[in-house]
């Protein structure tokens, strides 16, 4: 099988092009593509115009609509499959989720699409495997990353700035949205390789490996 994954900034694309492969196996091909932003579903359903910008919800209509007619043409031993991953941030799930699959639903054909939500951010993915980023930054600080409530929405970005960046949330904030963007990259690059998929504390996170492995046909496929 292949799956189009796509994310919406590159600290994403950097931790799964490392996760996938752990999940997946060599048998399955994938590729992961990177957004600008997540952005917000506009309520007619239509694409920013500007698609250069590539904002991943902005684009989301259009993005379903193109894989539905390529993957229709796919040969049956071949499936492929859209895993769509964002964090959740401070929106209501139930809410998101019922936005997502309007998209999807309005699509003719539909492909075969998962959504994925981090909860609250990617970050908590990461912080679902301590012993992984331990090995990565050994000078973490335990007493924060032993407080941390897997999936708790409680800034999850910034406790894994206290955790493990000299200065902290803080001292990131100060220098600029650019320069965190960069650092939230460098620690998936960094914690990932260590991360052991099959024991990860997040639901979030084993929600989307349980979705990857039902499309193996692991378990049948899923919604």
Not at 86 to 99: A, G, S, T
Not at 131 to 157: E, H, M, Q, S
Not at 175 to 187: A, C, D, H
């Amino acid at each position: 099988m292949h799956f189009e994954v796509l994310v919406e900034d590159l600290s994403g694309k950097k931790a799964l092009d490392i996760l996938i492969p752990k999940i997946i196996g060599d048998q399955h091909t994938f590729r992961v593509i990177e957004y600008r932003g997540i952005g917000h579903i506009h309520k007619n359903l239509k694409s920013s115009t500007d698609a250069s910008k590539r904002i991943l919800l902005d684009q989301l209509p259009k993005l379903l609509r193109g894989y539905g007619k390529t993957f229709a043409s796919y040969p049956e031993n071949y499936p492929a499959a859209v895993i769509v991953v964002c964090d959740l941030d401070d929106k209501c799930l139930k809410v998101f989720r019922q936005e997502l699959f309007r998209v999807l639903n309005a699509c003719n054909p539909r492909p075969v699409t998962r959504f994925c939500i981090a909860i609250e951010e990617g970050e908590a993915w990461l912080l679902g495997d301590i012993p992984a980023i331990k090995t990565a930054y050994p000078n973490a600080r335990d007493n924060i990353l032993n407080g941390y409530t897997n999936d708790a929405i409680c800034g999850t970005w910034e406790l894994l700035a206290d955790a493990i960046s000299q200065g902290g949330a803080n001292g990131l904030k100060n220098k600029g949205l650019q320069v965190v963007g960069t650092e939230k990259s460098i620690w998936a690059a960094n914690i990932a390789p260590h991360m052991n998929v099959e024991a990860n504390s997040s639901p979030s996170f084993c929600y989307f490996r349980q979705k990857i492995q039902e499309l193996m046909g692991y378990s049948g496929v899923g919604t």
